[in-house]
């Protein structure tokens, strides 16, 4: 049995979001696709994924095209995400509420099957960090003062 391989992650998501919950789910792929995949042609940056007619499909994600291919698609082109009803109503209800979406965290072999892990995200506030920060500084210069006094 194979043991999981990243093959490509998305670097951002930890800085600009704040992880609420994570999903493994399976991707259709086309016989190409899945060649470049595990070769680990492929891209995350400025993916992210959208529910349409009860079913998660993954937009953006840039997987390369193999020379040998037949029949080439978009590289960028929608994927279908394979997720259980249940899972997608879940998370499409928390979509439709202020400030979620759902981002892919990275693509990696499972049990020589292809997967994507997604994220249900909530945007960070960078003002707030700001604060965080000022409130750190204030806090050090009381204990500055109390300690000379």
Do not use: C
Request: hydrophobic fraction near 35%.
């Amino acid at each position: 049995m194979e043991e999981e391989k990243i093959i490509a992650t998305n670097k951002r998501v930890a800085r600009n979001y704040e992880i609420i919950d994570t999903k493994e789910a399976g991707i259709q792929l086309e016989g190409y696709e899945t060649k470049s995949v595990r070769a680990g042609k492929v891209n995350l940056h400025g993916s992210f994924i959208k529910e349409k007619n009860g079913e998660f499909f993954i937009y953006k994600m840039f997987i390369a095209t193999n020379p040998s291919a037949h029949n080439v698609k978009d590289e960028r082109r929608r994927r279908k995400l394979l997720l259980h009803e249940y899972e997608i109503v879940k998370w499409s209800s928390r979509v439709k509420e202020k400030g979620y979406t759902i981002i892919p965290l990275d693509v990696h072999t499972a049990h020589n099957r292809i997967k994507i892990k997604i994220a249900l995200v909530r945007s960070k506030k960078l003002f707030g960090d700001k604060r965080k920060e000022e409130d750190k500084r204030i806090k050090r210069e009381i204990g500055r003062a109390r300690r000379l006094t």
